[in-house]
């Protein structure tokens, strides 16, 4: 059980400091240079736990597996963080903007999963981003 739910924890955690994060940036600084830092810090951190969790693997001989994916993956996190950034420097809410986000984002990876990886499209699905959909009109109301 500990080995299904430790990896969501962390990724509920790490999501909100993320957004405090991307929340607090400071008011002048562009978002492109302050993410140049993140991002050397992000690839020190990775290869320092690379090295303690594996300790006589070789990053080089790991690298020779790569494909597209780890490319592209960091031109989408990019889109990610600058786009969270500028909706909250636009005037986004901390407690709005990932909520609107996270129901769309809902939606389109339901339909992905059914069209590209064969995942079940259930009445369960639909419903559920229906209310979701629904919550964001109360959420956002005015």
């Not at 963080?81 to 809902?106: C, N, P």
């Amino acid at each position: 059980m500990f080995s299904y739910v430790w990896p969501i924890a962390l990724a509920i955690l790490s999501n909100v400091i993320y957004h405090i994060c991307a929340r607090s940036q400071p008011e002048g600084i562009d978002p492109l240079a302050s993410l140049t830092v993140t991002y050397i810090v992000g690839a020190a951190a990775s290869g320092i736990l690379f090295f303690i969790l594996h300790k006589d693997a070789s990053l080089i001989r790991e690298y020779g597996k790569l494909n597209w994916v780890p490319f592209v993956f960091g031109l989408v996190l990019v889109g990610l963080e600058v786009g969270f950034i500028y909706a909250y420097k636009a005037g986004w809410q901390i407690g709005t903007a990932a909520i609107v986000q996270s129901v769309f984002l809902a939606a389109a990876l339901i339909a992905i999963g059914y069209f590209f990886y064969h995942e079940a499209l259930t009445w369960n699905k639909i419903l559920g981003v229906a209310i979701c959909l629904a919550g964001l009109m109360f959420i956002n109301y005015k």
